[in-house]
């Protein structure tokens, strides 16, 4: 076993990790503070298809796996935590439109997405359908060849800019569960915006609260399978992007605080000579690699077409905690400037909470991974 990138994944993060570094550290804080969206940057990320990166080539995507957005992902996420979700969740939705759209779809859909000039948005959540989104109440009925939903979506990341939210609604008896829901491509001009909440962290990218009333749309617009919405969507592992934007995160909070412990002088000495500072910060290394390592196992895994429950569970638990626990020690060791928006420290922490709760709580993930456990233990 070697624990080596491929040449192609080197440069990719290569390529990534100079954009972000030159492009997007150096305004991560006004963007967070300004609460401004990100449009340049996003463009640019299109006009390089790297909102495209695991879409086939044949539809201008740059053909590559989840290892790669998982180390994509990582690198946009330790400049700014919303450019990488709102790429991750993008992506998300135009992966389910290559897997289980028709051709059509295709066609129409991801050459647009793959360059960011269609933007795709996530609507799964409601506000009685968080951990458990079976409980999701937002109906679709068939009238001819039309569908009609009816409802509301919770939490979509960048509705505001987005063209189309894969809008996940219940189009089947609650007896057929986990069969009776389907997803269809709404536009977002459909919806009508309820509540755009003030939140602790990834500010620069919105996340509302939006309502269907009684919206047609063509029977074309449904994704996928009727009633296999939910299933099929659990087949698409792009869902990595969580613990990547963790392991981001995690590694950023440990360059800032080498770089500071380094330069800051107390007692005469380095801070980071302090043998209390030198465990910490070798602890908050061993965490970004444990988390990294997770995550890309989980990402080649299920690559490989694997059963990935158990590993998915633990990357996202152990990296989404990493990128908490991280932040809150840089801004330990950055004493009161890290208690401040001169640093970015301040933001990790912030931007890192949200991912124990995103992606599925922290909680629920444990006891998932706690039954794949048990099941292969006692079998
Ligand atoms: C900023 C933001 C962006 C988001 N973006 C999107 C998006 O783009 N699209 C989308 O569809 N959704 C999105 N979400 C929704 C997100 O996935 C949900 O918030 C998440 O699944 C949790 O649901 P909930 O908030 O209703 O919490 P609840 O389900 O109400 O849970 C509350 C708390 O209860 C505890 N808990 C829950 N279940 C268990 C359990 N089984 N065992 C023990 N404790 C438990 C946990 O501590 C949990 O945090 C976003 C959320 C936020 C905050």
Not at 259 to 266: D, I, M, N, P
Request: charged share 30%; aromatic share 6%.
């Amino acid at each position: 076993m070697r624990f080596e990138l491929t040449t192609t994944q080197q440069s990719i993060r290569n390529e990534v990790r100079e954009f972000a570094e030159y492009e997007i550290e150096p305004r991560a804080i006004e963007l967070d503070r300004q609460e401004v969206y990100p449009t340049d940057i996003l463009d640019e990320l299109g006009e390089r298809r790297l909102t495209g990166l695991t879409l086939p080539e044949a539809y201008g995507g740059r053909g590559e796996g989840l290892v790669e957005l998982a180390l994509m992902i990582e690198e946009l996420s330790a400049a700014l935590m919303s450019v990488a979700s709102t790429v991750g969740l993008h992506l998300g939705v135009a992966t389910v439109v290559e897997r289980f759209g028709t051709e059509e779809q295709r066609d129409e859909f991801l050459p647009e997405m793959a360059a960011f000039d269609t933007v795709g948005a996530l609507g799964l959540s409601e506000a009685n359908a968080g951990s458990n989104k079976l409980e999701m109440e937002t109906t679709a009925e068939r009238d001819g060849n039309e569908w009609v939903l009816d409802g509301h979506k919770q939490w979509v990341t960048n509705f505001l800019d987005a063209d189309y939210v894969l809008t996940y609604a219940k189009s089947g008896p609650d007896r057929d569960e986990p069969h009776n829901i389907s997803a269809f491509l709404v536009p977002t001009e459909e919806f009508e915006v309820e509540e755009v909440w003030e939140t602790l962290g990834a500010r620069s990218v919105k996340s509302p609260r939006v309502s269907l009333d009684d919206v047609r749309v063509p029977e074309d617009r449904l994704v996928g399978d009727e009633g296999e919405g939910y299933v099929q969507r659990r087949a698409v592992h792009s869902g990595v992007n969580v613990p990547a934007r963790g392991v981001g995160i995690a590694r950023a909070a440990l360059e800032d605080t080498v770089a500071y412990t380094s330069a800051r002088e107390q007692y005469g000495q380095h801070i980071g000579d302090f043998q209390g500072v030198r465990w910490t910060v070798g602890e908050m290394a061993e965490r970004v690699d444990a988390a990294r390592l997770l995550t890309l196992r989980a990402a080649d895994r299920a690559e490989r077409g694997h059963d990935v429950v158990r590993e998915f569970s633990m990357a996202k638990i152990n990296a989404t905690q990493a990128a908490v626990d991280n932040a809150t020690d840089a801004i330990q060791l950055h004493g009161g400037m890290g208690y401040t928006t001169e640093h970015h420290v301040e933001r990790y922490l912030r931007d890192a909470k949200l991912l124990t709760i995103a992606g599925g709580p922290n909680e629920g993930h444990e006891n998932t991974l706690a039954d794949a456990v048990f099941e292969r233990h006692s079998t």
